[in-house]
């Protein structure tokens, strides 16, 4: 966690960049890397995913809405360090997948943008005769910011928050705990194009 908070206040230091956010573009895809936090456990995290801006090259306020879909893989714990008694217990890494709206608002070198959606989000399988998380419905709320370093390129700090969702509203993290919320930070590059 602490590496994405620093990511983080780089990214807003290297924001004064030679290029405008004014220039409509259709099309994104990006990737990022990060940190994630379930019940006080950090974990590695990265993904991807696309955006789609449909309405990019209106002059009106419909300019900054989009559509996203992600992907991303927060990092569990690994079953040599389970045989070798080095942890009590089995986590696999956390798949989650969320399509979203997302609304920008472009200035001159940067966009911030707030993002709301759902999803769903699944630990897989266990390993033989250990039994499989069913996974559970997700809430995502974010907000960030696109830093471009050009026309093309842009620096994606970001913060989400993924809310459990439903009767089995739980997400399971190390050693069977329980919690309702998991908060990502993480930094990404994104390219977009018409």
Same mark, same amino acid.
């Given at each position: 966690m602490?590496f ?6 780089i990214?807003? *230091? ?6 405008a &956010?004014q ?5 994104? &895809?990006f990737?990022?890397i990060?940190?994630?936090?379930l ?9 991807g995913g696309?955006?789609?801006?449909p ?9 900054g ?5 992600? &992907? ?7 079953p ?10 089995l ?28 999803g ?12 499989c ?7 995502v709320g ?7 370093l050009?026309e ?11 809310? &459990? ?16 919320y998991?908060y990502r ?6 390219d977009? *194009?018409?």
């Amino acid at each position: 966690m602490k590496f994405s908070i620093a990511a983080l206040s780089i990214a807003i *230091w290297v924001l004064p960049c030679g290029t405008a &956010a004014q220039v409509p573009h259709t099309f994104e &895809a990006f990737g990022s890397i990060g940190g994630a936090n379930l019940n006080h456990n950090n974990k590695f995290d990265f993904g991807g995913g696309f955006v789609v801006r449909p309405f990019s090259k209106n002059l009106t306020p419909l300019r900054g809405l989009g559509f996203e879909f992600e &992907a991303n893989r927060i990092s569990g714990e690994s079953p040599q360090l389970l045989a070798k008694g080095i942890i009590g217990t089995l986590y696999p890494a956390r798949k989650t997948a969320t399509g979203a709206v997302l609304y920008g608002y472009p200035l001159k070198r940067t966009e911030p943008y707030l993002l709301i959606g759902m999803g769903g989000s699944t630990l897989g399988c266990y390993g033989l005769n250990l039994g499989c998380d069913p996974g559970v419905r997700v809430g995502v709320g974010g907000l960030g910011l696109r830093a471009f370093l050009n026309e093309r390129l842009s620096l994606r700090p970001e913060f989400r928050i993924l809310e &459990a969702m439903g009767s089995r509203g739980y997400f399971f993290g190390p050693g069977g705990a329980a919690a309702n919320y998991l908060y990502r930070t993480s930094i990404g590059i994104g390219d977009q *194009w018409h």
